[in-house]
């Protein structure tokens, strides 16, 4: 879920919650007596989710809590070795045909929303449909390219019936690919294959996905309360099918924009769960001794965009100047105190390819240019000559447009502008904006370059590669590229993971090399303090998470 953020913000954190309290036993005057211990989650946000409706939804805040309140037709769990499997969740089971291009899933006639009714296939079919139908404008309905009949459907070529997504009958749902696609089957646990009601959507009209008052769950979790920019709150689901393993009662997520707000509440006991970014929190939060610490892979990468259309960056050799100017290890140790790791690539570390770590395939292509000893002082004065614009580097100012505004945001920028005088000699100024305005700017192509970062929503490359291709529109940049758009297509084309690996090492290079349309800087690792007495929560890398399992054991004084 992914899912994709903004380097001002920090990630949310959510979990598998189940249901009913847990006893314990305590002595009493010598007689034993049970004991229920509450079971009620506390965590925060970074952010006000943008939007609840699930097409339209992109960033990762709205995601996570689009996972509680509903489910897909299968989930991704981790397994006792560490791997993760795909297991059955609205669909109990489900056939692919012998050349790879029907899947039939049977979905379980015991899911039904919180208003009692069934959840169907017709429901699937629907919200697949609206996310392609290109009056929603999803910025998601290019995941789906791979189903017979969807990137038509979006360009408004061809009818919603002529889409290989139907409905057998009540509980049979078959999809036809247009080709054989290695990665299908990890799209069913994503938003973008979520069940959706016709009815509820037509009723709430342009309120719907805006207020808890207009959703409807076939979750585990039903939202109860939307107080913007402060709280969103959660039950569990009494109606959802699998409710018995589901150990938490109510969950409870604080919006906290400020970073020392965020780390005062799990200090002092007020939430159970968040990630930390400061070392000075991580030494005072290990030293306690009442939290686990978790560290991985977030299965994503920090990077700079360009506006590909804007005066300097439209010429590829600035932007590629731009790229091999920043210091990324130092950038690691400055803004980041260590805890990611340098990127030269723009794949994250931990996705796959065949069962194999696509990283450890592919050399990295912007380590390849930086030990080539290529100049970006000499690269930068040689697209302004491109450009017929002056030629010395102190002659060039660009904005940096941020998506916060609290001190964090103007570290980094600070940061950005020391080093980029240091490395080229250019003049950098930074706009800071809240969020909502940061994305609007960015859809509108209002900026010149700016910080981000994403997140993978399946685990293979395509789900960092495929963003790029000209019909994508998840990130504007302004950029487009046939020969580009054919590498992935060709990776969509072949189930032959060595072809595939390197339509997508090509793509990469192109990418961030050849035509620096964007400037990786950080492999993200998430840094997760846990209290003890939450049990069960090992989320899934990149599928979303439903807390089923996690629960709460009694606390310690």
Known sequence: MKKFMYLALAMSLIFTGCGESKESKESSGGIATEKKIPQEFNSFLGAEPKTLDISKASDSYSSSIIA????????????????????????????????????????????????????????????MLRTLNPETGSPYAFLMSPIKGADAYNAGKITAEEVGI???????????????????????????????????????????????DTLISNGPFILKEWVHNNKVTFEKNPTYWDKDNIKLDKMNFSIVRDENARMNLLLNGQVDLGGVSKPEWMEKFKEM???????????????????TTSKYFKNIKVRKAFSLAINREELNQVIFNGRFEPAYGWVAQGIQIGGKDYRELVPEPLKVEKDSGINPVELLKEGLKELGLPEDPSQVTVKFL???????????????????????????????????????????????????????????????????????????????????????????????????????????KL????????????????????????????????????????YMEEKSN
């Open 289 to 307: 001794g009442n939290f686990n610490f978790i560290s991985k892979s977030a299965m994503g990468t920090n990077y700079t965009t360009y506006n």
């Open 166 to 212: 139907k409905a057998l009958d009540d509980y049979i749902l078959e999809i036809t690919l247009a080709k054989p696609t290695a990665y299908f089957l990890e799209l069913g646990y994503f938003k973008v294959m979520f069940p959706q009601r016709k009815d509820i959507i037509e009723k709430a009209g342009d309120r719907y996905g805006s207020e808890a």
């Open 402 to 508: 941020s998506s916060g505004t609290d001190d964090w945001a103007r570290k980094y920028a600070e940061y950005l502008q020391q080093m980029y005088k240091k490395n080229l000699g250019v003049e950098i100024k930074a706009e800071f904006t809240e969020w909502a305005v940061y994305q609007k700017r960015n859809d509108e192509l209002d900026y010149e370059m700016g910080g981000q970062a994403w997140t993978g929503d399946y685990n293979d490359p395509n789900t960092f590669l495929d963003m790029w291709v000209s019909t994508a529109g998840i990130v504007k940049n302004g950029w487009k590229d046939p020969a580009y758009d054919a590498l992935i297509d060709q990776a969509s084309n072949t189930m032959d993971q060595a072809k595939r690996l390197e339509y997508f090492k090509a793509a990469e």
């Open 68 to 127: 509680l309140n509903n489910e897909g037709l299968i989930n991704s769990e981790v397994q006792t070795d560490g791997s993760e499997k795909i297991v059955p969740a609205g669909a109990k089971e489900w056939t692919i045909s012998p050349d790879g291009l029907t899947y039939t899933f049977k979905l379980r006639e015991e899911s039904v929303w919180t208003d009692g009714q069934k959840v169907t296939a017709n429901d699937y079919v629907y919200g």
């Open 511 to 550: 990418l961030v090399a050849d035509q620096a349309v964007i400037a990786p800087t950080l492999y993200r690792m998430q840094s997760t303090f846990i209290r003890k007495y939450v049990k069960g929560y090992n989320p899934p890398a990149v599928s979303p998470y439903n807390y089923k399992g996690v």
